[in-house]
């Protein structure tokens, strides 16, 4: 399914000028396209190829092409039929292009909805869940270390962190992706609080893209995770090996909301002698705080790490 953005026209550009202007056809105005005039003869870049008298009525160097661009862009591309296919707009990739996210995408912040639990935590007429206040995405499939994968009909998948990793770590400071082609575990490491901290997706993933705009602007993985913050695309390969059970639909909800108190239980146990200014970070009865992570040690950043988001997690499940 390609993006309903997308658009096609017909342009004409010169095949021998040093640089390729493209004119949409229906848009030709002869007194600044003069290529399909008899007034072409006066181009210098036509007369230099030219050799004798040419009587054509246009020139011979112009030529016409179907092209597709985005409607929604602010700078028009135009892309060659040729390379359409090559091109995330074809497919369902669009549905993570930021151009399309800010404007149809439900998953969007823009655009969602606040959702009321069912008695049992999972309606499937809804397209997200809340579960203490953590968004989740009903279409998502997620690991028990917290990442997520959306596979969608024709195939191709995208793959993130969860709003609970983002809640609990907070704003982070870089993004480096450490797979980046090929067969493997997806993994990128989050910097937080000048700590590193690796991400791994726990089943095995053919690899054909990242999101490489996070390297500029790692904020937007906590700001859209299920969106621009998305982290690798590609595809599950035909024959992977074993890996950890992901979670869907009423077990992804009743998992989440275990998680959501295994974090106060283990904050109570086993970080209530962290202070902050000389005050206890939890009393006992609260609740953890958003950016957990910025209130905490190095070695209790990544006790934290190991015990919710580590790959060990879902191995181990």
Same mark, same amino acid.
């Given at each position: 399914?390609?993006?309903?953005?997308?658009?096609? =026209?017909?342009? /004409?550009?010169?095949? !021998?000028?040093? !640089?390729?202007?493209? #004119?949409?056809?229906?848009?030709?105005?002869?007194? !600044?396209?003069?290529?399909?005039?008899?007034s072409? =003869?006066?181009?210098?870049?036509?007369q230099?190829? #030219?050799? *004798?008298?040419?009587?054509h /009525?246009?020139?011979?160097?112009?030529?016409?092409?179907?092209?597709?661009?985005?409607s &929604?862009?602010?700078?028009?591309?135009? #892309?060659?039929?040729?390379?359409?296919? +090559?091109?995330?707009?074809?497919?369902?990739?669009?549905?993570?292009?930021?151009?399309?996210?800010?404007?149809?995408?439900?998953?969007?912040?823009?655009?969602?909805?606040?959702?009321?639990?069912?008695?049992?935590?999972?309606?499937?007429?809804?397209?997200?869940?809340? %579960?203490?206040g #953590?968004?989740?995405?009903?279409?998502?499939?997620?690991?028990?270390?917290?990442?997520?994968?959306?596979?969608?009909?024709?195939?191709?998948?995208?793959? *993130? @962190?969860?709003?609970?990793?983002?809640? !609990? &770590?907070?704003?982070?400071e870089?993004?480096?992706?450490?797979?980046?082609?090929?067969?493997?575990?997806?993994?990128?490491?989050?910097?937080?609080? *000048? %700590?590193? &901290?690796?991400?791994?997706?726990?089943?095995?993933?053919?690899?054909?893209?990242m999101?490489?705009?996070?390297?500029?602007?790692?904020? /937007?993985l906590?700001?859209?995770?299920?969106?621009?913050?998305?982290?690798?695309?590609?595809?599950?390969? /035909?024959?992977?090996?074993? *890996?950890?059970? &992901?979670?869907?639909?009423?077990?992804?909800?009743?998992?989440?909301?275990?998680?959501?108190?295994? $974090?106060?239980?283990? @904050?109570?146990?086993?970080?209530?002698?962290?202070?902050?200014?000389?005050?206890? $970070?939890?009393?006992?009865?609260? %609740?953890? %705080?958003?950016?957990?992570?910025?209130?905490?040690?190095?070695?209790?950043?990544?006790k934290l790490?190991?015990? +919710?988001?580590?790959?060990? @997690?879902?191995?181990?499940?």
């Amino acid at each position: 399914m390609k993006c309903p953005f997308l658009k096609e =026209t017909r342009v /004409k550009f010169c095949r !021998v000028s040093p !640089v390729k202007k493209m #004119i949409v056809s229906d848009q030709g105005d002869a007194e !600044v396209e003069k290529c399909s005039t008899p007034s072409w =003869t006066s181009c210098p870049v036509a007369q230099q190829r #030219i050799k *004798g008298e040419e009587r054509h /009525k246009q020139c011979p160097f112009l030529q016409e092409s179907f092209v597709q661009y985005c409607s &929604l862009s602010s700078v028009t591309k135009f #892309i060659p039929y040729n390379e359409a296919p +090559f091109s995330r707009c074809s497919n369902t990739n669009h549905r993570y292009c930021e151009h399309y996210l800010s404007m149809e995408n439900p998953d969007s912040p823009a655009s969602i909805q606040p959702v009321t639990d069912t008695e049992d935590g999972a309606n499937d007429t809804v397209k997200e869940y809340h %579960v203490d206040g #953590i968004r989740m995405p009903r279409k998502l499939h997620y690991s028990h270390n917290h990442m997520w994968m959306d596979e969608s009909e024709d195939g191709l998948c995208h793959i *993130g @962190v969860d709003a609970f990793l983002t809640k !609990v &770590l907070g704003p982070v400071e870089e993004i480096s992706f450490i797979t980046t082609k090929g067969v493997g575990r997806p993994t990128a490491v989050l910097t937080v609080n *000048g %700590v590193d &901290l690796e991400v791994v997706f726990p089943e095995q993933f053919l690899i054909t893209g990242m999101n490489s705009y996070l390297r500029a602007l790692p904020d /937007k993985l906590s700001a859209d995770p299920y969106g621009a913050g998305w982290l690798f695309e590609g595809q599950k390969p /035909k024959h992977p090996e074993n *890996g950890a059970s &992901l979670l869907k639909g009423r077990a992804a909800v009743q998992w989440m909301k275990l998680e959501t108190e295994r $974090l106060t239980q283990f @904050v109570h146990n086993e970080l209530q002698s962290s202070q902050l200014e000389g005050k206890i $970070l939890m009393a006992d009865g609260g %609740v953890c %705080v958003d950016a957990l992570a910025a209130h905490l040690q190095r070695d209790e950043l990544l006790k934290l790490f190991h015990n +919710f988001f580590s790959p060990y @997690v879902s191995w181990r499940n």
